[in-house]
T-cell receptor, first 115, second 112 residues
Framework: GAGVSQTPSNKVTEKGKYVELRCDPI?????LYWYRQSLGQGPEFLIY????????DSGLPNDRFFAVRPEGSVSTLKIQRTERGDSAVYLC?????????????FGSGTQLSVL | GQQVMQIPQYQHVQEGEDFTTYCNSS?????IQWYKQRPGGHPVFLIQ?????EVKKQKRLTFQFGEAKKNSSLHITATQTTDVGTYFC????????????FGKGTKLTVNP
């Protein structure tokens, strides 16, 4: 595709529910990143995929958060038992090969609101 | 863990004035990148610096990477209203994983 696509653009859910956020990277990009951005803050690293495998998941805040990328392209970020503190914009980014210092191409994000 | 700090958090200038934001890392970086996020938008890559002491220019923007590769700055000469947005630095730790760690950003507003 022309750019990184994220769906949905907005998601409103109730506390305790399960949500899935989808990211479709730029075609051919092997590296995919998930970040979370709260209002007035910088993007906070969550997880980084190189192909199908998670190369670094050190940013996932707890075991309620999980991400997959089964075929090395589309990725899904899954959040179980959502809490109000999970409300934020979830940004996905991709880069051609994930090499050190490659620039990231960001999607427009999913605004998650947990009521 | 790696931390990237930016100052100031906010900067308001009159159009035509200069603007500078500073970035400091707790660890030595292999490279540093700068991104701009317009209000309601997503971060967009501006530039990458790799070498110690490197200076790069993009029109009215000047980017510097410190000699110790632990700090960086972005300077905008003669700001315009189109410069409005939040500027983030983001670094990759030398010898660490490829993850890019972002600072909290400097939000620039420009009064016409």
């Amino acid at each position: 595709g022309a750019g990184v696509s994220q769906t949905p653009s907005n998601k409103v859910t109730e506390k305790g529910k399960y949500v899935e956020l989808r990211c479709d990277p730029i075609s051919g990009h092997t590296a995919l990143y998930w970040y979370r951005q709260s209002l007035g803050q910088g993007p906070e690293f969550l997880i980084y995929f190189q192909g199908t495998g998670a190369a670094d998941d050190s940013g996932l805040p707890n075991d309620r958060f999980f991400a997959v990328r089964p075929e090395g392209s589309v990725s899904t970020l899954k959040i179980q038992r959502t809490e109000r503190g999970d409300s934020a914009v979830y940004l996905c980014a991709s880069s051609p090969s994930g090499g050190r210092g490659e620039k990231l191409f960001f999607g427009s994000g999913t605004q998650l609101s947990v009521l | 863990g790696q931390q990237v700090m930016q100052i100031p958090q906010y900067q308001h200038v009159q159009e035509g004035e200069d603007f500078t934001t500073y970035c400091n890392s707790s660890t030595t970086l292999s490279n540093i990148q700068w991104y701009k996020q317009r209000p309601g938008g997503h971060p967009v890559f501006l530039i990458q610096l790799v070498k110690s002491g490197e200076v790069k220019k993009q029109k009215r923007l000047t980017f510097q990477f410190g000699e110790a590769k632990k700090n960086s700055s972005l300077h905008i000469t003669a700001t315009q209203t189109t410069d409005v947005g939040t500027y983030f630095c983001a670094g990759v730790t030398q010898g660490g994983s490829e993850k890019l760690v972002f600072g909290k950003g400097t939000k620039l507003t420009v009064n016409p």
